[in-house]
């Protein structure tokens, strides 16, 4: 005889002991329904977003003038892979290039771009702005902003433009090596103080460096980031009492 159909019980005990499939992380944006002021609501893990008290990015105004020591940075031409991600440009840098920040080593991880500026000074928003990732070997976080100005070409993030992927989510292994030193301004004077990752989880415990000077972008550099991604920063959040440090 034909062997039996396994009853309905049986058939729910199976569904049951199926693993379930990993949920998809929840949407989120810079704009509408799904815009910086929902993110703490669209999941558990984004409490921080609206409940954190050391939230990124700030106005950067006030910073107490003292003699910091000033940044090592132990970069050198590398290896990057160029990905759109849905909400930036980022670019993922091969090993070997780093920071030292009060004598602590950071390896650098990648750079995303935003329009305009996340961190502002002194109430000025710039152009854009790059972040430059770094993790320490207990996985702490430093991010260094560069900020830019309208004016000649950077051949640095040009670099990065000539790579750009063709679709979201594919990432193009670059031609050529990216010099990180040439996107770094002349003057190394800097702001620091402790804050958050400005997208969601908005993880705080992580160390700011604000570059002080400017660097720059042509008006075609911008207007390339402006045709894929025309706003993609949060805004300023409270400094809560939180200390800023600058360069004299």
Sequence with gaps: PPPAAP????RNVARAARPAAPAAPPAWGYQGEAGPAAWARLSPDFKLCGKGQRQSPIDLRGGLAVD???VNFGYVDSRFGVLDSGKTVQARIAPGSHVKIAGQRFELESLHFNRPSEHRIDGRQFEMSA???HRDAQGQLAIVELLFDRGPANPGVQTVWNNLPLEQGQE????VALP???LLPEDRRY???MGSL????CTEGVRWVVMRQPVSLSAEQIELFARIYPMNTRPVQQLAGRRILQSE
Excluded: I, K, M
């Design 7 to 10: 009853s309905p019980s049986a």
């Design 172 to 175: 193009v292994p670059a031609r």
């Design 131 to 133: 972040h430059l990732v």
């Design 68 to 70: 910091l020591e000033p």
């Design 198 to 201: 400005t997208t969601p989880p």
């Design 180 to 182: 990180l030193q040439a």
């Design 191 to 193: 702001f620091t103080y």
